[in-house]
T-cell receptor, first 113, second 117 residues
Framework: GENVEQHPSTLSVQEGDSAVIKCTYS??????FPWYKQELGKGSQLIID?????GEKKDQRIAVTLNKTAKHFSLHITETQPEDSAVYFC????????????FGAGTQVVVTP | NAGVTQTPKFQVLKTGQSMTLQCAQD?????MYWYRQDPGMGLRLIYY???????DKGEVPNGYNVSRLNKREFSLRLESAAPSQTSVYFC????????????????FGPGTRLTVT
C-alpha cells in the first residue's frame, strides 16, 4: 500500500519568512496530492491540492510542487503570518478510486511575531 | 448546512466499557471515513465506507466496528475499550472521484477526544 513520509515534524519560523514542508510517497499509482491544515481543536481543512499532470500550483501565499520521478511533493508558504500557525498534513491518493487518502504524520508550524 | 458533525466532543471510558461515536454529514456524499489521530502519527484510517451499504477496513481496524446506517450517518463502535484506544477520532466524508470525476476533498468533523483509563 501507499506510504507517505512528511518532514519536518515541527517548524518554527519568524513572521514574514517562508516555510517549506516536504513529503515523499511510495505508490506510483497515486496521482492526487492534497494538503490539509488543522487548527487547534478543529478538523482538518483542504488548503491546496495538485494532480500528477502538473508540476506546480499556486494560490496566493501557498504553493505546492510535485516531482513525480522522485515521488516527492512540497508545500511552500510565503510571507508567513501568525494565523498560519497550525498542523499541516500532506496526503496521497488516486483519482480512479473511492477516495481513500494516505496521510503523512503532520508538521506543527509555529509562526512567531 | 452543518457539514460533518460528530458526537460526543469528549468522552472518558474505563477499560472494558463500550461506546459508539456518531457521525453525520449533510453534503450528500457517498464516501465516509473514520480516522484516529495520535501525536507523531498523523491521521490513520480505521474504517471507511465507499458508498451506502459497504464498509471496508483501513490501516488500523482492530478493536473497532462500524455501521453505515444510511447515506448520512456512519458510526464507530468500541466494543471493549482499551487504553491504547485513547486518541482523537475524526470522521470525514467526500464525493469519490469515481463518481464525481473530479477532485475529492475530504470534509472533516471537529473530532471526538476519547480517553480510556
Amino acid at each position: 500500500g501507499e506510504n507517505v513520509e512528511q518532514h519536518p515534524s515541527t517548524l518554527s519560523v519568524q513572521e514574514g519568512d517562508s516555510a517549506v514542508i516536504k513529503c515523499t510517497y511510495s505508490d506510483s499509482a497515486s496521482n492526487y496530492f492534497p494538503w490539509y491544515k488543522q487548527e487547534l481543536g478543529k478538523g482538518s481543512q483542504l488548503i491546496i491540492d495538485i494532480r500528477s499532470n502538473v508540476g506546480e500550483k499556486k494560490d496566493q501565499r501557498i504553493a505546492v510542487t510535485l516531482n513525480k520521478t522522485a515521488k516527492h511533493f512540497s508545500l511552500h508558504i510565503t510571507e508567513t503570518q501568525p494565523e498560519d500557525s497550525a498542523v499541516y498534513f500532506c496526503a496521497a491518493g488516486a483519482t480512479d478510486s473511492w477516495g481513500k487518502l494516505q496521510f503523512g504524520a503532520g508538521t506543527q508550524v509555529v509562526v512567531t511575531p | 448546512n452543518a457539514g460533518v458533525t460528530q458526537t460526543p466532543k469528549f468522552q472518558v471510558l474505563k477499560t472494558g466499557q463500550s461506546m459508539t461515536l456518531q457521525c453525520a454529514q449533510d453534503m450528500n456524499h457517498n464516501s465516509m471515513y473514520w480516522y484516529r489521530q495520535d501525536p507523531g502519527m498523523g491521521l490513520r484510517l480505521i474504517y471507511y465506507s465507499a458508498s451506502e451499504g459497504t464498509t471496508d477496513k483501513g490501516e488500523v481496524p482492530n478493536g473497532y466496528n462500524v455501521s453505515r446506517l444510511n447515506k448520512r450517518e456512519f458510526s464507530l463502535r468500541l466494543e471493549s475499550a482499551a487504553p491504547s484506544q485513547t486518541s482523537v477520532y475524526f470522521c470525514a466524508s467526500s464525493e469519490p472521484p469515481l463518481i464525481s470525476g473530479a477532485g475529492y476533498e475530504q470534509y472533516f468533523g471537529p473530532g471526538t477526544r476519547l480517553t480510556v483509563t
